[in-house]
Nanobody
Framework: QVQLVESGGGLVQAGGSLRLSCAAS????????MGWFRQAPGKEREFVAA????????DYADFVKGRFTIYRDNAKNTVYLQMNSLKPSDTAVYYC????????????????????WGQGTQVTVSS
């Protein structure tokens, strides 16, 4: 079983930066591919970024490419999302997720491919 806890959200002005953290419990975290999703009010939860278990490969939604970076520190059981050049349209609750496919080098974009979810952290970008 893996428990995920996000932190680092908050209120920031457009053009600013935030770094989200997702701390995981459980020994198997470092073997799982991870992802970040977000959900704005009245909208579906959408894919933001994904990373393989080793951190060697990453994938991003088009609307964050060049602005967001996903990375992980398996020694600390933590995955991060560095968000730069934030826009009001980035306002949402951000969730991290883990897919229980051990040592997978695949990158997952669909919600249904993830088995564990955090409770989310609010990011609000003001104009």
């Amino acid at each position: 079983q893996v428990q995920l806890v996000e932190s680092g959200g908050g209120l920031v002005q457009a053009g600013g930066s935030l770094r989200l953290s997702c701390a995981a419990s459980g020994r198997t975290f470092r073997r799982y591919p991870m992802g970040w999703f977000r959900q704005a009010p009245g909208k579906e939860r959408e894919f933001v970024a994904a990373i393989t278990w080793s951190g060697g490969r990453t994938d991003y939604a088009d609307f964050v490419k060049g602005r967001f970076t996903i990375y992980r520190d398996n020694a600390k059981n933590t995955v991060y999302l560095q968000m730069n050049s934030l826009k009001p349209s980035d306002t949402a609750v951000y969730y991290c997720a883990a897919a229980s496919t051990l040592y997978s080098s695949s990158l997952y974009q669909r919600k249904t491919e993830y088995d564990y979810w955090g409770q989310g952290t609010q990011v609000t970008v003001s104009s």
